[in-house]
């Protein structure tokens, strides 16, 4: 049944093609962790990859009771983390996540570093991952504005305040990012909520569609 | 069966790739030893490692809850902090070299200079050998980097207090109270008789929720009799002898003030 689909498919938009990139091809023996335990450290690229999954998941589904304004915003969160079912969980993890996922990609930047494998021909895969590295940093910025609490409020008046400090285009930033030169609020907070939702993830998307396709390309490095 | 090959579409306009580059797996025996299919016997491994850590991250989501702390006030006075991973370049700018007016060192230099070495490092590091020991200064520099960043971050930890934040961060629990006033005591609080209670106003503000001097009277858990003794006698940081109308009158404002009970 399932062979009969797949061959109706691929008979009008030969996917086989699509599919041996993807997924048919030899995964050496320095690699595998089965073979040699010491390459466990191959795997931190992918649970980062995994955790941000999660991220995805579990920010979407914050989104259906989130309210992106400076009255709602706190008691939502609230809500959220106090009466929904799960609630709590989920938030959990996508605050979990988040620290997670600077984790392993901070190891898989490592592992990339000592193994030297940003070196030639995976120069512009190095440059893509570094960026992907930035706009989680951007993402982790802007997201701990929005709970609205105490600590989202002082920490991210300090953020902007770094921004500001950029040579020329400082005050730009900061009026690009706050909404306004001198009042950090209900601006700033769905400002922060547009970047942090679709800006930034879109961003994301496209760096880690260049990141994979160029695994594939090039496959991985060889043994040390 | 087409597979692939020679497939024919009705109005077909795509250009014709006759040398077309076989889509055949890129083949692993430049490396010696045993290659495995990344479908389905690597994935399946691959997916058991992402169970043991999913395992793990659901355990420490369940032990530790998000924290949240109480509405964005910027009228409360609050010691701001970054996330964690944010604590290295925070603490940078408590450094006397690369804050004030040196403020652009710590905030744009010394973080652009980094992290612009790291995007630009193949073209810093061109040798083609990839062992860390045959490359010492690039392995220099990042073991460098790694402790100058471990270093930060535990001085911003164990240099920041972590019980004011508590307190300064707390969810301030709002109480609803009936505020009854046909008694004779909101008269005198109000002024409306005279002008006994107004030092009381000064530090327990009109709405009676209290200053940066002096607790909030709404939902207090004291009787008529203890609040009339702190009228005359003080407590805390109140001194005694504030209240200036006579006896009858701090009676009849004690009893007011002991009725703000927080509705049950």
Known sequence: ????????????????????????????????????????????????????????????????????????????????????????????????????????????????????????????????????????????????????????????????????????????????????????????????????????????????????????RQGISGPL | MHRGKGMKFVGDSRIKANHRMPNVPKDYSEYPGKTEAFWPNFLLKEWMVGAVFLIAYLILTVAHPSPLEGPADPTRAYVPLPDWYFLFMYQLLKYSYASGPYNVIGAIVIPGLAFGALLLMPFLDKSPERRPSKRPLPTGFMLLTLAAMFYLTWEAVANHDWEAQKAMGAIVEEVDVDIDESLPGFAIWNGDSGDQAKSCIGCHAADLKGGPAAPKLVGNELTAEQVEDIIHNGRGGMPPGQFKGTDEEAKQLAEFIASLKAKK
């Open chain 1, 1 to 216: 049944m399932l062979n009969k689909i797949y061959d109706w498919v691929d008979e009008r938009l030969d996917i086989t093609p699509i599919w041996r990139d993807i997924a048919d091809h030899e995964v050496p023996e320095h690699v595998n962790p089965a073979h040699h335990f010491s390459a466990f450290v191959y795997c931190f690229g992918g649970l980062t990859f995994f955790i941000t999954v999660i991220q995805i998941l579990s920010g979407m589904f914050l989104t259906m009771y989130y309210v992106p304004d400076v009255v709602n915003a706190w008691k939502s969160v609230y809500y959220l983390q106090n009466e929904v079912a799960f609630g709590e969980i989920v938030r959990g993890m996508h605050h979990w996540g988040a620290s997670l996922v600077i984790v392993m990609m901070f190891l898989h930047t490592l592992r990339v570093f000592f193994t030297g494998s940003y070196k030639k021909p995976r120069e512009l895969n190095w440059m893509v991952g570094v960026g992907i590295f930035g706009v989680m940093m951007g993402l982790g910025f802007t997201g701990y504005l929005l709970p609205w609490d105490m600590k989202a409020l002082f920490a991210t008046k300090v953020g902007i305040e770094i921004a500001a400090s950029v040579p020329f285009i400082g005050e730009w930033i900061k009026i690009l990012l706050a909404g306004d030169s001198t009042i950090l609020g209900a601006q700033t907070l769905t400002r922060f909520f547009a970047i942090h939702v679709f800006f930034l993830p879109a961003v994301l998307f496209g760096l880690l569609a260049a990141h994979f396709i160029m695994i594939r």
